[in-house]
């Protein structure tokens, strides 16, 4: 199956084309890197691999703030270790030198643990004929491989395999109602007792493209816990970091406020709760709507979209046909306008209240801005009235 016995090809570590793993080994730590490690690893070798994928999670990592891969990469990052990346897409080797890197972590040559990140979803080659999907060089008898077979090959060893992205979480859009390529997710292939060498779980950083820095501040907390500088972040029962998918996307969302009072967009473009355009917020589990997308900006609901529940193991299925309305909303919409509408018109009663000190009662506004002047009516000077006694038995208090 692998190619090890076989010869061994050989790199010149200063060749700027020979394996990352080849040349990491040259590599010493600046004095302003090595003041920063804190912990007994120095570097980790973080081997990305791919499936059914359309590259984004790689975008939404690049794009990431908290921290920059750059930093990680550059070992600038207090208390964790340098991270030496082999990515398939931005490796300077290519071919058998890059799969070179691959076969040293089985081999284990590589002088650093390594973690394995898998974008996109793992493709069942048995489905593929005489070929295969995603093939990812050859060994050295000439038998191709894929990448699901270094998946296979490289899990068992790696301190921690992290699935970036719902097609690598749970099989995604690949995976989707006929599913021609076997597309699974990377848990569901490893199965449920896989652990890895230190004894990890599958990680889930779900989402279609995954919010970059989700997956920058898991990867920097599970470093943290290899380096035996903190506890193993917490994750729910499916392999998800808590403090990120713990919360609906509707309890964060700038635009709960509208939902709460009962008032709906009707069209794109407006600035109010999206539910009846279709959102899915309410239900989906993701922190988009706090974090945004990328340094905070952007992020569905923010820029007007709504929520279609790219991050749930039922996406794409069951969240089918998008942009069409989810089947609770005439009950909780309805609820909403009932009662948030009559909580809406409670508070712009008080709100007129408190729009006004105690010297202006009974005048007219002293602003030279005010249009006209309005003075509240009996019924609302009543509820003031009430208000305000009921206010004062609790200063009272
Ligand atoms: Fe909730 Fe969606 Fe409305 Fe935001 S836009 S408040 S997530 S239903």
């Known amino acids: 199956m692998s190619d090890m016995g076989a010869a061994r090809p050989s790199y010149d570590p200063q060749d700027p084309f020979a394996p990352t793993a080849v040349r990491s080994m040259l590599q010493i730590a600046s004095p302003a890197e090595a003041g920063l490690r804190m912990g007994p690893i120095e570097k980790i070798y973080l081997i990305w691999l791919a499936g059914g994928s359309c590259d984004g999670c790689t975008v939404a990592v690049v794009a990431a703030t908290q921290p920059p891969v750059e930093k990680l990469i550059a070992g600038l990052v207090p208390g964790l270790p340098r991270v030496e990346l082999i990515h398939p897409g931005v490796a300077l080797e290519a071919g058998a030198a890059f799969t070179?890197?691959?076969?040293?972590?089985e081999r284990g040559e590589l002088d650093a643990p390594y973690l394995i990140v898998w974008e996109g979803s793992v493709f069942e080659n048995d489905s593929s004929g005489e070929g295969a999907f995603y093939r990812l060089g050859q060994d050295r008898d000439g038998r191709t491989t894929s990448s699901t077979e270094w998946l296979s090959?490289?899990?068992?060893?790696?301190?921690?395999?992290?699935?970036?992205?719902?097609?690598?979480a749970w099989g995604g859009i690949p995976a989707a109602q006929g599913n021609v390529t076997g597309s699974v997710g990377v848990m569901d292939f490893l199965e449920r007792d896989y652990r890895s060498a230190l004894g990890v779980p599958v990680v889930n950083i779900?989402?279609?493209?995954?919010?970059?820095?989700?997956?920058?501040?898991?990867?920097?907390?599970?470093?943290?816990?290899?380096?035996?500088?903190?506890?193993?972040?917490?994750?729910?029962?499916?392999?998800r970091p808590v403090w990120i998918f713990g919360e609906t996307v509707h309890r964060r969302c700038p635009r709960g406020g509208y939902y709460e009072e009962g008032i709906f967009a009707e069209a794109y473009g407006e600035?109010?709760?999206l539910v009846e355009l279709g959102c899915w917020g309410p239900v989906v589990q993701c922190n988009i709507s706090e974090?945004?997308?990328?340094?905070?900006?952007?992020?569905?609901m923010n820029i007007g979209g709504i929520c279609i529940?790219?991050?749930?193991?039922?996406?794409?299925?069951?969240?089918?046909?998008?942009?069409?309305?989810?089947?609770?909303?005439?009950v909780s919409a309805t609820t909403s306008r009932v009662f948030g509408g009559f909580i809406r018109r409670m508070r712009g009663v008080t709100q007129q209240d408190k729009n006004i000190t105690g010297r202006w009662e009974g005048k007219d506004k002293p602003s030279g801005w005010a249009r006209f002047q309005s003075r509240p009516?009996?019924?609302?000077?009543?509820?003031?009235?009430?208000?305000?006694?009921?206010?004062?038995?609790k200063i009272g208090n």
Do not use: W
């Open 100 to 105: 070179e890197n691959l076969a040293m972590a």
């Open 153 to 168: 090959r490289l899990a068992p060893n790696a301190a921690a395999v992290v699935a970036i992205g719902s097609c690598a």
């Open 206 to 239: 779900p989402g279609c493209s995954p919010v970059g820095d989700n997956f920058m501040e898991t990867a920097a907390g599970v470093l943290l816990f290899l380096q035996g500088m903190g506890p193993l972040p917490e994750f729910d029962e499916l392999g």
């Open 271 to 273: 600035k109010e709760c």
């Open 291 to 300: 974090r945004g997308m990328v340094n905070g900006i952007g992020g569905c």
């Open 309 to 330: 529940g790219c991050t749930m193991p039922g996406f794409p299925d069951k969240f089918a046909p998008f942009y069409a309305v989810p089947p609770g909303t005439l």
């Open 377 to 393: 009516t009996k019924s609302a000077k009543l509820v003031h009235k009430l208000y305000r006694a009921y206010q004062n038995t």
